[in-house]
Every structure is written in structure tokens, then in C-alpha cells.
């Protein structure tokens, strides 16, 4: 079973950075996908961004394309999102998850338990 556990949420103004970071269990987060989601209150989870297992490849919603970069570092088995400018219309709950396989459009079959993000205006 992988456990995976975000840090790095918070209050924020607009305009503002937060990075996230989200730990890894287990020997095969290298040779997995993994995206980050969100969820905001009255509305369906949705993707925000994902990563191919060695790095190469990412995709990212229009909403944050320009503002958010995720990254990886498969040596500390830690997945990132770097997120500026943020807006208030950011603030929800986000979820890392590990994907089924390595293609960055693989779905996601692992999640974290999320960290809030909370933008103010």
C-alpha cells in the first residue's frame, strides 16, 4: 500500500506562492505518474497537473497553466507544485495522488489525504 502525505497548504493573499510538497512511500514512486487535483467546496475533484514518472512530461490545466510547475524528485520520492499568482478562485483542497502507470495521462489510483490552500482577496 503507498501512502502519500501533502504538506505546504495555507492562507494566502491573492498574488501570493505556496509551494506544495507531498511524500511518497514505498520503491516504486520513480517508475510511476503522479498528478495533483482539487477540490473546492460544491464542486467535483479536478485535475490541476501531472508529471510522467522520470520528469519529462507534465500537463497542466488551462486554469493554472503559467502560474502553477509541478516537479519531482524521484531520489526523495517527493512530488511538488509550485504555485503563483495565486487567485482566490485556487482555493480548495489539494490532493496528490500516484498514477497507475508511468505516462503522465495514466489515472491516478493512490491518494494523499489533501492539504488546504486558501487564497484571499
Known amino acids: 500500500q503507498v501512502q502519500l502525505v501533502e504538506n505546504g497548504g495555507g492562507l494566502v493573499q491573492a498574488g501570493g506562492s505556496l509551494r506544495l510538497s507531498c511524500a511518497a512511500s514505498?520503491?516504486?514512486?520513480?517508475?510511476?505518474?503522479m498528478g495533483w487535483y482539487r477540490q473546492a467546496p460544491g464542486k467535483e475533484r479536478e485535475l490541476v497537473a501531472t508529471?510522467?514518472?522520470?520528469?519529462?512530461?507534465?500537463y497542466y490545466a488551462d486554469s493554472v497553466k503559467g502560474r502553477f510547475t509541478i516537479s519531482r524528485d524521484n531520489s526523495k520520492n517527493t512530488l511538488y507544485l509550485q504555485m503563483n499568482s495565486l487567485k482566490p478562485e485556487d482555493t480548495a483542497i489539494y490532493y496528490c495522488a500516484q498514477h497507475y502507470y508511468g505516462a503522465f495521462n495514466s489515472s491516478p489510483r493512490y491518494w494523499g489525504q489533501g492539504t488546504q490552500v486558501t487564497v484571499s482577496s
Open positions: 508529471i510522467s514518472s522520470e520528469g519529462s512530461s507534465t
Open positions: 514505498g520503491a516504486i514512486f520513480s517508475i510511476k505518474a
